[in-house]
C-alpha cells in the first residue's frame, strides 16, 4: 500500500521542470473535477507567477496574505486559504510574485526543503485532496512541494526533448524519495495537449508507456482553444464551456484519478 501522512488529505504535487507543458491547466481543471465530483479539494498556487490563481479567479495583490506569508508563519494558513466563489467544495491558497523571495531566503536554513510540509500540515485535515502546482524549475519551492506529497502527477507535452527531461525529473523524485520524503510515489503521468493526427505525439505517447506502463493516465488532454481560452476568464474549462473537448477530458481525468484512490485504498493495482 502507498504510505500517507495518516491524516487528512491525500497531497499531490504537479511538477514538470519544463515550462509551458499544462501543469497549472492541470492543476486547477483536475482539482475543480475533483471538487464538482464531491471532494473536499484545495489547490495551493506554489508558483510566484499566479497562474492558477490568477485561473480561478483569485488573484492577489502583493498587499495580501498568500502562500509567501505562510512559510513565514504556517500558523496562520488557515486564514490565508480562500473558498472558490463560485465551484463549491473548491479552496485556494493563493501566491503572487513575492513568493519568489523564498528560493533566496530559504538557501541558508536548516531542513529548508520541509517548510511547505509545515505549511500544508496545518491544514490537512480540512480536505480531501490538495493540489499543488509548482513552478517550471527544480528548485527549492520544487523540493518543498515534493517533499509535502504524497505523490506526484507529471504533466507532459508529446514532443521531442520531453523524454530528456522526465528521465531528470524522475531522479529527482527518486533522490526526494530516498533523502526526504519516502512516501513520495508517482501518481501519474498525463499527456497534454495531445494531438492525434501527429505522428511524434504517438510515438512519444509509446515510448512513455513503454516506460510508466500502468502510471500512465489513459485520459489524455487534447490541445483546445478553451483551455487556452478560459485563464483569462478566471474560471476553469469545466465552468467556461462544460461541454467542450478540454472540460469533457478533465473531468474523465477526475474519474479516473479518484478510481485510482479507491483501487489503492483497496490495495488494488495502482500501487507501485
Ligand atoms: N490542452 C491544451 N490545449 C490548448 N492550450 C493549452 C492546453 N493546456 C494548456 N494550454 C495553454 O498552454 C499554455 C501553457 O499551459 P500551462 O500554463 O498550464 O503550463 P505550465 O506547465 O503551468 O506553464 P509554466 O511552466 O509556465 O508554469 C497556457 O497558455 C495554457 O492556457
Ligand atoms: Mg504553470
Not at 513565514?72 to 485556494?92: E, F, M, Q, Y
Request: aromatic share 6%.
Amino acid at each position: 500500500m502507498t504510505q500517507t501522512r495518516g491524516k487528512g488529505a491525500k497531497i499531490i504535487t504537479l511538477a514538470n521542470q519544463k515550462g509551458g507543458v499544462g501543469k497549472t491547466t492541470s492543476t486547477v481543471n483536475l482539482a475543480t473535477a475533483v471538487a464538482m465530483l464531491g471532494k473536499k479539494t484545495l489547490i495551493v498556487d506554489s508558483d510566484p507567477q499566479g497562474n492558477a490563481s490568477s485561473g480561478v479567479g483569485m488573484a492577489v495583490s502583493q498587499k495580501s496574505k498568500h502562500l509567501y506569508h505562510c512559510y513565514i508563519d504556517p500558523d496562520k494558513t488557515r486564514g490565508v486559504i480562500k473558498p472558490s466563489a463560485s465551484v463549491g467544495n473548491l479552496w485556494i491558497l493563493p501566491t503572487c510574485i513575492d513568493l519568489i523571495g523564498v528560493e533566496v531566503e530559504l538557501m541558508g536554513e536548516k531542513k529548508r526543503e520541509t517548510f511547505l510540509d509545515r505549511v500544508l500540515s496545518q491544514i490537512a485535515e480540512d480536505y480531501d485532496y490538495i493540489f499543488v502546482d509548482c513552478p517550471p524549475s527544480l528548485g527549492l519551492l520544487t523540493l518543498n512541494a515534493l517533499t509535502a506529497a504524497d505523490s506526484v502527477i507529471i504533466p507532459m507535452q508529446c514532443e521531442y526533448f520531453a523524454l530528456e527531461g522526465l528521465s531528470q525529473l524522475v531522479r529527482t523524485i527518486k533522490l526526494v524519495k530516498n533523502s526526504y520524503n519516502p512516501r513520495l510515489v508517482i501518481e501519474g503521468l498525463l499527456l497534454t495537449m495531445y494531438d492525434r493526427r501527429n505522428k511524434l505525439t504517438y510515438q512519444v505517447a509509446k515510448e512513455v508507456k513503454k516506460h510508466f506502463g500502468n502510471k500512465v493516465y489513459h485520459t489524455v488532454i487534447p490541445r483546445n482553444v478553451r483551455l487556452s481560452e478560459c485563464p483569462s476568464h478566471g474560471k476553469s474549462v469545466i465552468e467556461y464551456d462544460s461541454s467542450s473537448a478540454g472540460a469533457l477530458s478533465y473531468m474523465n481525468l477526475g474519474k479516473e484519478f479518484l478510481k485510482n484512490q479507491e483501487a489503492e485504498q483497496t490495495g488494488g493495482v495502482h500501487d507501485e
